[in-house]
């Protein structure tokens, strides 16, 4: 949902560190996710103000797992999310060999 939410690549998704999230421990502020150059595929800091619904999972991430390194850790809070987990939580929302989450970027784009 995330991913649909600021139509980031999963690469971005799945590394996110909650201290590129600014704002995120003060409730009255709105959050804004500023990502890195070096993360980045054209190596150029990247800003994306959170709508108020990709921030509510933010928050309520952070309230429920945000002892790990990563937004979006695995099993292991302290190593990013699989490759395929995104991947498989497309398949069981149905769309099996017709949408890959990247493919998700494309609706942005159009």
């Known amino acids: 949902m995330f991913t649909l939410l600021t139509w980031a690549r999963t690469g971005e998704v799945r590394f996110a560190i909650w201290s590129e999230f600014e704002g995120l421990d003060e409730l009255d502020r709105r959050l804004l996710w ?40 695995g099993s292991d809070p302290d190593k990013p999310m699989s490759e395929n987990t995104m991947l498989y939580a497309c398949y069981r929302m149905g769309y099996h060999g017709r949408q890959t989450v990247h493919g998700f970027r494309g609706l942005a784009s159009t």
């Open 34 to 73: 500023r990502i890195l150059a070096e993360r980045m595929k054209m190596r150029e800091e990247h800003l994306v103000p959170l709508s108020r619904q990709a921030e509510a999972l933010v928050r309520e991430r952070h309230l429920r797992m945000g002892r790990g390194r990563f937004v979006f850790g």
